[in-house]
């Protein structure tokens, strides 16, 4: 625990300080951060005997961010097709070489490029909407609130497991105070950003509230989804490179969801 509190404090401030900035700056960031999910991923598939082309998952990755940064949407269709054709060629190449698994990596390879690609770059472009810096310290606090509150509550008073095999820690108990505290969390940051930017903002306590309950609602399959990745190659994290949170992909489940699911629910509401 202490571990986890040292990390959290040391990466927060840099964290904040490039949504903040926003732009390329924040952009790069966040294909940094995906670049490292999508190689931890293929790691965790090569430790259960699948070969997915890491070249191809990571480089999928990047070419996301940078065209959600470039021109948002606009050149989506080209790398979407890019990559499936990359990923099919790569693979066919593998089997005649004697990949007998390889058109199970393939599926692999195009999954990991969509989930972590295809859905992590909405980090970038829910930044990109107007008011985009408020809309990302909403949307991602809600989210942290919702899983530190779900792991302390359940760690202390957790006894209805709520998906034992998926999860074994994770309690209803836990689950509940998570969305009871995610959704305190928005509609209290989003009051307070409210009173300083004042009442003419489209951002309320109400739809803070709502993209609170909303977010730590769902945003917990983020984490399950995960946890069957790795559980079923035996797999405790997907990496080391963050003391007591594990991998980066451990640490970017949950925000996966969150960033998806806040960009268009603030398209759709504001």
Known sequence: ????????????????AFIWL?????????????????????????????????????GGAILFGLGRQVNGFQSSPLIISLIILAAMAWHLLAYERGENQAGTE???TVGGAFYLG???AYLISLRNLED??????????????????????????????????????????????????????????A????????????????????????????????D???????RQFGVKDTGTLLPGHGGVFDRIDSWLWAAVLGYYLISLLV
């Open 224 to 230: 399950l989804g995960e946890s069957m990745i790795k």
């Open 118 to 120: 295809w859905i992590g």
């Open 106 to 108: 393939f599926g692999v």
């Open 22 to 58: 926003g732009g390329w700056a924040f952009a790069a960031l966040v294909i940094l951060i995906l670049g490292l999910a999508c190689w931890e991923y293929c790691q965790v598939f090569n430790t259960g005997g699948l070969k997915p082309a890491t070249i191809i998952v990571v």
């Open 1 to 16: 625990m202490l571990k986890r509190t040292l990390v959290a404090l040391i990466l927060l401030p840099i964290g904040l």
């Open 132 to 189: 985009g810096l408020w809309w990302m310290l909403i949307v991602l606090p809600s989210a942290w609130l919702a899983d530190s509150a779900a792991y302390m509550v359940g760690s202390q008073i957790g006894r209805h497991k709520m998906a034992p095999r998926l999860s074994p820690k994770k309690s209803w108990e836990g689950y509940i105070a998570g969305v009871i505290f995610g959704t305190l969390g928005g509609a209290l940051i």
């Open 191 to 222: 009051a307070g950003i409210q009173a300083y930017l004042g009442t003419g903002t489209a951002i309320t306590p109400l739809l803070g509230a709502l993209l609170g309950l909303v977010l730590s609602t769902l945003t917990t399959l983020g």
